[in-house]
């Protein structure tokens, strides 16, 4: 399942096919069965290739500064308890996505913050007037897939939608989450102020990670060939 989420992923790039069309039907498809809303994604998703690395306006896994999080000490010893770090990092690969990130714009950059940053609100801040239609699209797509799991569900019982979808929806969010936090974060690659960053330096700025060969066809190489991905989109 995480592989079809890279080829939807490929749509969004129109590096699936020559033809636009057929990308945004596949795309559009795929992402709706993984209820990603392809449109209002594949928006956001190329503001982050145009933005990588910026603290202002990359769109995802924009690290929190010291200022942000608070100076205390009570405030540091939370951080490195290590319970609260076992916490932190289930909950962001389990939620993390979905509905953290798709819903409430987590780990998003900070000119979000309190305002409408709802990858399924046509009038986010996100979205421009004119992309209106394209994000009410993606989320009838979204619904179609939400009432046809329901359906499932009162005809052939939960455990058919739990085994079937559910717990392979959620393999796919840990993925999805694990893959990309580590692609952008390390100790050593930095974040760029608006007055430091440029476009090559933040594209440079990404990690290849290789989780085994095995994988790694499984993930049609979207994982160990990133930093390429980011300089040829």
């Known amino acids: 399942m995480t592989g079809l989420w890279v080829i939807a992923h490929e749509c969004g790039h129109q590096a699936f096919s020559e033809h636009q069309i057929l990308n945004d039907t ?9 209820l990603v ?4 994604w594949k928006i956001t998703h190329r503001r982050h290739h145009l933005h990588t690395g910026s603290c202002e306006n990359d769109e995802v896994f924009v690290p929190v500064t010291r200022s942000q999080w608070g100076k205390s000490v009570r405030s540091r010893i939370v951080a490195e308890a290590p319970l609260f770090s076992f916490l932190s990092i289930f909950i962001m690969l389990i939620a993390g996505w979905m509905p953290l990130y798709l819903v409430f714009n987590s780990k998003g950059p900070e000119k979000y913050f309190g305002k409408n940053a709802n990858h399924f609100s046509p009038t986010a801040v996100l979205f421009l007037p004119k992309q209106y239609n394209a994000i ?8 179609t897939v939400v009432f046809g799991l329901i359906w499932i569900w009162m005809n052939y ?3 058919s939608v739990g ?5 392979p929806y959620l393999i796919v969010n840990y993925h999805l989450v694990l893959i990309t936090f580590l692609q952008h974060t390390d100790i050593y690659v930095p974040h760029f102020r608006n007055e430091e960053w440029t476009w090559l330096r933040g594209a440079l700025c990404t990690v ?4 085994g060969k095995w994988l790694d066809g499984v993930f049609h190489h979207i994982s160990d060939t990133h930093v390429c991905h980011h300089l040829f989109p």
């Open 208 to 211: 290849d990670r290789s989780f």
């Open 26 to 34: 596949v795309g559009l498809v795929l992402h709706s069965i993984m």
């Open 157 to 159: 019982g939960f455990t």
């Open 163 to 167: 085994f079937c979808y559910l717990i």
């Open 37 to 40: 809303p392809y449109h209002s």
């Open 136 to 143: 009410v699209l993606s989320n009838v797509g979204v619904l």
